[in-house]
T-cell receptor, first 114, second 115 residues
């Protein structure tokens, strides 16, 4: 069974440029998560989807970050415009459901903003 | 605010040494507890989990963890580490199910095992 797929794996952009990350969860997983992982830190949740509904986006900086999961399967996370402080690893995870289900993580996208 | 504390930032051991990584959390209600591992160049993988029942849980690769409710702790142990255990280990807490399905991670502990 394929795991969580993310692309690109690495992205280097200049500040003020837009960037987008894509995630395809494990087939059949209704819940999808985007996490931010800064160097030396654990992952921190940005947004959680139940099917196509964003049920928790309280930690998403909405002035520059947006996300969508239009058909309840794959998802895109966008930053526009990117800032130097956005350099980090962006992780996608999925689970069968929320509320205790084990989350499976993708390899992440390492973003460097110059 | 709920938090997860991992006391050791970097642990260096020789092969065959015993391992214990500390994890404490601050949430007082029902919790689900996890240890995830990230090997160099790989993605986060589940090592073991505790939902209920026996507080001593066994995971993959000979790892185990003990949930001590009175101490709000979920320490990870392995009696004899191998070079291949070199990785970063993250403790995570999930508050009591239902709609509160957000994992809170600790900062991680980097384990280096010398051959």
């Amino acid at each position: 069974e394929a795991g969580v797929v993310q692309s690109p794996r690495y992205k280097i952009i200049e500040k003020k440029q837009p960037v987008a990350f894509w995630c395809n969860p494990i087939s059949g997983h209704n819940t999808l998560y985007w996490y931010l992982q800064n160097l030396g830190q654990g992952p921190e949740l940005l947004i959680r989807y139940e099917n196509e509904e964003a049920v928790d986006d309280s930690q998403l900086p909405k002035d520059r970050f947006s996300a969508e999961r239009l058909k309840g399967v794959d998802s895109t996370l966008k930053i526009q415009p990117a800032e130097l402080g956005d350099s980090a690893v962006y992780l996608c995870a999925s689970s069968l459901s929320s509320g205790g289900a084990v989350q499976f993580f993708g390899p992440g996208t390492r973003l460097t903003v110059l | 605010a709920q938090s997860v504390s991992q006391h050791n930032h970097h642990v260096i051991l020789s092969e065959a040494a015993s391992l214990e990584l500390g994890c404490n959390y601050s949430y007082g209600g029902t919790v689900n507890l996890f240890w995830y591992v990230q090997y160099p160049g790989q993605h986060l993988q589940l090592l073991l989990k505790y939902f209920s029942g026996d507080p001593l849980v066994k995971g993959i690769k000979g790892f185990e963890a003990e949930f001590i409710k009175s101490k709000f702790s979920f320490n990870l142990r392995k009696p004899s580490v191998q070079w291949s255990d070199t990785a970063e280990y993250f403790c995570a807490v999930l508050r009591g199910g239902g709609s509160q399905g957000n994992l809170i991670f600790g900062k991680g502990t980097k384990l280096s095992v010398k051959p």
